[in-house]
């Protein structure tokens, strides 16, 4: 199918016409390759139908350039000879010299004198065309013979009685174009016709032929952006898309920018190889340069002066290889393949060799001077090491660290086996690497330590191993930090950056040890029995710290008010405004929420969460995974599980910071909500995650897995997950009841399966870790459990003193369940109403509302009662304020949204609280708080 061709056919019409009037005329179809020149010319002869032509035609080729007469010769051969023996025109081959005795028999014969040729033949194509109008065609001129080239410039130039049409076509950007015979050819042209390029309805013509079907409409569109209407592009990009089994829908549109056809790749390596030195050579250093190029970078790198570049570049346009006139990119990544087909591998890198050395010298950055180091066949000179480094630091800056490690890898290759300076390219290594490839890191360290000669330097080296304060390390790197702390020696009799280096050690050592309780015993001992408080003065005394009273925490056996105050003294002395991501943070944060000392913590999040913001960068995962932790310590659970899952995708998507902690969080927001199906999600997408190995995360995993089990009626089993827990808890010593509420899960299951016996005395071994503990959430929870197991007056009371301690506490959805079980407790009354009232709203505010039905005084729930759906953040807003009075389009104008957004988060929230309507919302509340849009 030829498309949108139909004005150049006219125009060949309206010329034989003429020609039949005894106007001659020479037109020349010029374009660049791929443009559809010759498909065009072969179907030309049935376009124009209507008018009874002789038709001769030749196809030169540039392999035949040096056979005499040889596209002439093709001329008069393609008329077809009657029975009779007479030739196209009616003619006695006899009556006149036939062609065939004016031109030489073979290509090697010489070739006659052209002044007894050229009248000869004009007369025989005289002639000719007597009866019929000739339509002579000769498709890329450019390549034909200099004998022909002749005969068409003698023709071309003496057109009067030959009733005759010459078409020519000619590849633009050829350079045989600028030969001076084809010149004079086509100077004699009275039409040039520059076909334009297809339009993406004709794009979609083709896509139907190519498939069988209509393209969508955005695959259509990316082949057209891909090809630039380039017939030859086109079909080669939809012949490979089929080839791969793909169909024309949007989900393949992006294919269409990055498929690199061999057979166009070849075509288009060949076109180029025939190209002159200037242009071949500047088409070599476009595609070395890549998106770093410039017209003066590219020229440069060519040898070539503005004049010589300027040609080339012309030429190249011409030839339809650019994105645009004077713009050194190339019009699709299949002409790089092909430029740089056209170069051995020796020669690609010495044009990298050199490109490294040119933007070097003109001052480019380090990145992209490292780039065609990459590239280069051979070792670089004595900067390229010093620009290496340089790029890895950038890389590193932009949170690239693969990038950065690919770069010091190179380095690596130009320095020598021994030495400080290689030992210096394994350190940096080793650090790009530690996010990502630990194996590789600590591979690296080794081989680094090896080569230093003092302690302090290897000491150094070590603590580039990832600190493990968010995932476990392997034995391999502790085995590295015990060395490098054994040489090094104790703290206590260093001084200056030496006792730095001691004191971090001495910190990842510990913190490797956290599942040993005699590690945990020593770190609480170390943290009572000093006289003063720990100095904070440096960081890896504040780290040190951190350490210690993470393990304290993780132990409950300090005064939990006592750990948050050394906490927030670390705090105090790290910057929330400054660089980068504190890396004690994520020690500090369970300590804070453990304690219930939550306030000092969030206002640090929101400044550093502020400070991000104005500087452009996007969310942190690991302060995403902060304050989720934050907000479930204070009962939010819709918020807990925005944030959580943000952090948590995160996690799964290749970004592996925190993955443990996001893991464990969100494990912990379904076991509060009651939410299985969340459970069973964070189940599934966490294997094979980093959080393998991590006690933390798999006792919360283990935890939604016997939440899971009890909610499908398989109590015994569920207790043995819980129980099973307990034990391994207990034996590593992580015995803090407020980060590991195995035993309230515990109790539930029990009493459910009817051992009251057990579970008064796992409650009250619960309260007494409580009180060791002292956050007021621990003894709030296990005084409502303890109240809830007896149900008497002493339970009555047991519940009075949890919803006193509570109201203490920052964990707003504990103060509205020890408010419920209290009402509950009380059966009727106005203080059992306004209880319950109160509970309501504030778990409405946490996002777990109650039941309406299940509410009601007098209607006891079993201990174990598990929550309800949670509403979302927006539906706990939408329901807080229609509860407080305000109409539909009032909370629209205050939250900023549609009024149909309104309606339908009430009636999502009507249905989950299980009431009809704003009535029963309004009784519900109470009417007693008035929460705010942001609540």
């Known amino acids: 199918m030829l498309l949108e061709r139909t004005s150049e056919t006219a125009l060949v019409r309206d010329a034989l016409h003429a020609a039949a009037d005894g106007r001659s005329s020479l037109l020349l179809f010029a374009g660049p390759l791929g443009i559809g020149r010759s498909a065009w010319l072969r179907g030309l002869p049935g376009r124009v139908t209507d008018q009874d032509v002789c038709v001769m035609r030749a196809n030169a080729a540039a392999m035949e350039q040096d056979f005499v007469f040889g596209v002439v010769r093709q001329l008069f051969d393609s008329l077809p000879l009657a029975a009779s023996g007479e030739d196209a025109a009616g003619f006695p081959l006899g009556e006149d010299t036939p062609a065939e005795e004016l031109l030489p028999a073979a290509a090697d014969d010489p070739a006659p004198p052209l002044d007894a040729v050229l009248p000869d033949l004009r007369a025989m194509l005289a002639r000719l065309g007597r009866e019929r109008p000739l339509l002579i065609l000769v498709d890329d001129l450019q390549w034909t013979d200099t004998w022909s080239l002749r005969c068409l410039a003698y023709l071309a130039g003496r057109p009067q009685g030959l009733r005759a049409v010459l078409v020519c076509t000619l590849r633009d950007g050829d350079p045989r174009a600028r030969h001076p015979l084809v010149c004079a050819v086509t100077d004699a042209a009275t039409q040039v016709l520059r076909p334009a390029a297809l339009s993406p309805a004709a794009t979609g013509h083709l896509v139907r032929e190519q498939f069988g079907e209509s393209g969508e409409d955005e695959f259509v569109l990316a082949c057209h952006r891909a090809s630039g209407g380039n017939p030859v592009f086109l079909r080669s990009l939809l012949s490979a898309l089929d080839d791969a089994g793909l169909r024309p829908t949007a989900a393949h549109a992006a294919t269409a920018g990055t498929l690199r056809p061999a057979p166009l790749r070849e075509r288009l390596a060949g076109c180029l190889r025939a190209q002159t030195a200037p242009v071949r050579d500047l088409a070599a250093a476009i595609a070395t340069l890549g998106e770093q190029g410039t017209p003066g970078l590219a020229a440069r790198l060519a040898g070539l002066d503005t004049i010589g570049a300027s040609g080339a570049l012309r030429v190249l346009h011409r030839l339809g290889l650019l994105v645009a006139e004077g713009v050194p990119g190339f019009v699709h990544p299949v002409v790089q393949d092909a430029v740089e087909t056209a170069m051995t591998m020796t020669e690609r890198g010495s044009w990298h060799e050199r490109a490294a050395a040119l933007l070097h010298e003109t001052g480019q950055s380090a990145e992209e001077v490292a780039a065609q180091l990459m590239a280069a066949a051979t070792p670089g000179d004595n900067w390229s090491a010093t620009v290496l480094r340089t790029a890895a630091d950038a890389a590193l800056r932009r949170g690239a660290p693969v990038d950065a490690a690919r770069f010091l890898r190179r380095a690596l290759l130009d320095s020598p086996e021994q030495g400080e300076d290689r030992a210096r390219l394994l350190i940096d290594l080793a650090a790009a690497e530690s996010t990502y490839d630990s194996a590789a890191c600590e591979r690296h360290t080794a081989q680094a330590m090896a080569l230093l000669d003092t302690p302090h330097d290897r000491a150094a080296a070590a603590l580039r191993i990832a600190p493990g304060f968010l995932s476990t390390i392997s034995p391999t790197a502790v085995g590295i930090l015990r060395q490098a702390a054994a040489d090094l020696g104790s703290p206590d009799r260093l001084a200056g950056s030496a006792r730095g280096l001691a004191l971090r050690l001495e910190a990842r050592l510990s913190h490797v040890a956290r599942q040993d309780s005699a590690e945990l015993a020593r770190a609480v001992r170390w943290l009572r029995e000093r006289p003063e408080d720990p100095a904070v003065c440096s960081g890896a005394e504040r780290e040190l710290l951190a350490v210690l009273l993470h393990a304290a925490t993780l132990s409950g056996r300090l005064p939990s008010y006592d750990v948050a105050r050394q906490a927030g003294r670390i705090l105090e002395r790290v910057p929330a405004t400054g660089p980068g991501s504190p890396s004690v943070l ?69 970004r592996p910071d925190g993955a443990a902690m996001a893991v464990a969080v969100l494990a912990a927001v379904a076991l509060e909500a009651g939410d299985a199906p969340l459970g069973e999600r964070v189940r599934s997408e966490a294997s094979g995650q980093r959080a393998a190995g991590n006690l933390v995360s798999t006792t919360m995993l283990r935890l939604t897995e016997a939440q899971a089990e009890a909610q499908r009626g398989e109590l015994d089993r569920a207790l043995d997950t819980v129980l099973a827990c307990g034990r391994q808890l207990e034996a590593s010593g992580w015995r803090n009841p407020v980060l590991f509420p195995w035993r309230p899960w515990a109790v539930r299951l029990l009493h459910r399966s009817g051992d009251f016996e057990s579970a008064r005395a796992l409650a009250e071994e619960e309260y007494a870790q409580a009180r060791i503990w002292g956050a007021p959430v621990a003894i709030g929870r296990a005084q409502r459990l303890r109240g809830r197991l007896r149900g008497d007056s002493e339970g009555t009371a047991l519940l009075r003193d949890a919803v006193d301690v509570l109201r203490g506490s920052a964990n707003e959805l504990e103060l509205a369940r020890a408010l419920r079980a209290l009402a509950h407790a009380l059966r009727e009354g106005g203080e059992a109403r306004e209880l319950l009232r109160e509970s309501a709203t504030l778990a409405l505010a946490c996002g777990v509302p109650w039941k309406a039905e299940r509410d009601r005084p007098g209607t006891p729930g079993p201990a174990g009662t598990p929550s309800e759906p949670a509403l979302t953040p927006t539906e706990s807003r939408v329901a807080a304020l229609a509860g407080s009075g305000l109409t539909n389009p009032e909370i629209a104008r205050e939250l900023g949204v549609g009024s149909r957004v309104v309606e339908k988060h009430l009636t999502n929230s009507y249905r989950k609280l299980g009431i009809s309507g704003r009535p029963e919302l309004a009784a519900l509340l109470g009417g007693t708080r008035r929460m705010s849009a942001d609540s």
């Open 586 to 654: 994520p020690l500090l944060t369970p300590v804070f929420t453990a304690a219930d000392e939550v306030d000092t913590l969030v206002g640090w999040l929101a400044a550093r969460e502020q400070h991000r913001r104005r500087a452009g960068d996007g969310p942190d995962p690991l302060v995403q995974v902060e304050l989720s932790m934050v907000l479930l310590a204070r009962g939010r659970l819709a918020h807990a599980r925005e944030h959580a899952e943000r952090a948590f995708e995160q996690a799964t998507d290749g």
